[in-house]
């Protein structure tokens, strides 16, 4: 059975005919009201109607026709501008009732959607079980085979979600609004006529400036708001505030350090202090103390836009978190963007902590902005972290050296400065090579590798993404086919390519690629206890 086009309807105004008259019909009828539709109700005079049903009924929320059905409801009962044909059906009588089979197939033929209960065969559509938090839905569906375990996954969900989450996306959706508003208004406000020499010299007539369409400036501040819903933590979204929705609009204005809107702390005479942290590959139980310490005094944080959200729930609800609006042609743009902020902060008198991903120096602009800093007269304290390069192959179960097969490993870029490609490394039989940053060229790189560098296409490879998260994915394969197995199984960023005959030592595999999904390796040290205290004995 295919899967189900999942969609949101908007029934504002429609007309939904409920066939029957038991507690179903009255759920059916209350749902249908929730969305603004307007609920017919078909039960002979004589039915059962359930109380609640019958109050709504009494009050005129819901239209009882005191008879059976007929055929021409279909297409008399509706809303005048669709010629009296009605929206949707919803039969509760139940599919082994000869008349539900007649009115699924009425509603096929007009195309007219219908829910049949208890019979999926009868069913055009199908009712998902609901979680509502205001402008916030989340549908489940099991297509028919089970509403109570769709219930149940339902729930399951809902109660790993943050309270107040409906009202975060409603101010968002304000702010989204807001840009967009803002963005119409200043193109109405331009005058066509208008000369270049009548519009005035601006002062900033010395500073180089770079020719940008309207269109592509909108979809840079789209972007920016796109990344904020994307990687700030749900508990942070659920706790944003007018506030902060505010401090979010001026940021997307004039960007500047803000925290709670004020940078008076500094006056007091203290001196901000700046950390490099690194956040190793993903999963929190992988920072070091150091690190974890740093994060907990952080009155500013300055992260990496994939960042997990894990780590960054580790960040203090006092301080300000910046994510860096890095996307392809922004990136240097969004890199002194952040720097600027973490100046500021620092002159403001703050702790300023820089989230890295894996570690500061491997791939990490670490010492670029190490000089950044010093150069302003505040030196960083460098803590370091697990570099995914050397993790994310152990917890794939790749050792990168290995006795008679691996006796090296290198780790490159597939991305060099500017975007030009680096000049990569010739084949070498018993090295391992790990490339990061370079998932999104793969094409070009495995070209160079087979072609112009020597490497056999039977080489072992794998695709390692989101190392030590629980969506961790390994796609194992060769030179040969990871292009197609990645555009097959699509991308999971961060990830990284580990190349060499070490791929194909601990892990064994006949097919073309095959993939593995999840994580939960540091899940189960929980079930032996806690860790022993440093010089206890432990017991096998």
Avoid at 456 to 468: D, F, I, N, Y
Avoid at 507 to 520: L, R, T
Wanted: glycine share 8%; proline share 6%.
């Amino acid at each position: 059975m295919a899967p189900a086009l999942l969609t949101g309807v908007d029934s504002s105004f429609h007309v939904h005919l409920i066939v029957g008259s038991n507690p179903l019909a009255g759920a059916r009828c209350t749902r249908s009201l929730e969305v603004g539709a307007k609920p017919i109700l078909i039960a002979p005079e004589d039915a059962t109607v359930h109380y609640s049903l019958m109050k709504r009924i009494e009050e005129g929320e819901v239209q009882w026709l005191k008879r059976e059905f007929r055929d021409e409801d279909l297409t008399t009962l509706g809303r005048a501008e669709v010629d009296g044909v009605v929206d949707t059906v919803f039969v509760t009588v139940g599919g082994k009732n000869s008349q539900a089979t007649r009115i699924s197939t009425l509603c096929r033929r007009l195309r007219i959607p219908v829910n049949v209960t208890d019979a999926p065969n009868l069913c055009s559509f199908t009712l998902l079980s609901t979680y509502s938090d205001g402008p916030l839905q989340i549908g489940v569906t099991t297509s028919g085979r089970g509403c109570k375990l769709s219930a149940r996954i339902r729930r399951e969900i809902a109660a790993c979600l943050p309270q107040n989450l409906g009202a975060a996306v409603d101010k968002l959706g304000n702010l989204r609004r807001r840009i967009w508003e803002e963005d119409h208004a200043a193109e109405l406000s331009q005058d066509p006529e208008a000369e270049e020499e009548d519009l005035g010299q601006s002062a900033s007539f010395n500073k180089l400036v770079t020719a940008e369409s309207a269109e592509a400036a909108r979809g840079k501040r789209m972007r920016w708001l796109s990344q904020i819903c994307e990687y700030w933590p749900l508990r942070r979204l659920a706790a944003i505030s007018d506030e902060d929705v505010e401090t979010l609009f001026r940021d997307y204005t004039t960007p500047k350090f803000l925290r709670n809107g004020n940078t008076a702390k500094g006056a007091f005479g203290k001196t901000g202090r700046i950390v490099l942290a690194g956040s190793g590959p993903g999963n929190p139980d992988l920072l070091t103390r150091a690190a974890h310490k740093a994060i907990l005094s952080a009155d500013v944080v300055l992260a990496d836009k994939l960042v997990p959200g894990p780590i960054l729930d580790l960040v203090p609800r006092r301080a300000t978190v910046h994510i860096a609006k890095k996307f392809p042609g922004n990136a240097d743009k969004a890199q002194e963007e952040l720097l600027e902020l973490g100046l500021e902060g620092l002159k403001a008198g703050h702790v300023v902590v820089r989230i890295k991903q894996g570690d500061p120096y491997i791939y990490g602009r670490g010492g670029e902005e190490y000089d950044f800093f010093r150069s302003h007269g505040y030196t960083p304290i460098v803590l370091p972290g697990i570099t995914s390069a050397l993790s994310a192959p152990l917890f794939a179960a790749i050792p990168p050296t290995h006795r008679s097969v691996a006796d090296q490993v290198l780790i490159c870029t597939g991305t060099g400065r500017k975007g030009v490609a680096p000049d990569h490394p010739e084949y070498v039989e018993s090295r391992t090579v790990v490339f990061l940053m370079a998932l999104h060229r793969l094409s070009s790189l495995i070209e160079t590798l087979t072609g112009t560098k020597g490497y056999p296409k039977e080489t072992p490879c794998a695709v390692l993404e989101r190392a030590s998260c629980p969506d961790q994915r390994v796609i194992r394969t060769t030179l040969q086919h990871v292009c197609a197995a990645v555009e097959v199984e699509g991308s999971r960023p961060p990830g990284l390519l580990v190349v060499g005959n070490a791929c194909a030592v601990l892990a064994k595999f006949h097919q073309k690629w095959v993939v593995e999904d999840g994580f939960q390796a540091l899940d189960d040290i929980g079930l032996v206890g806690e860790l022993p205290m440093l010089g206890e004995a432990v017991r096998a």
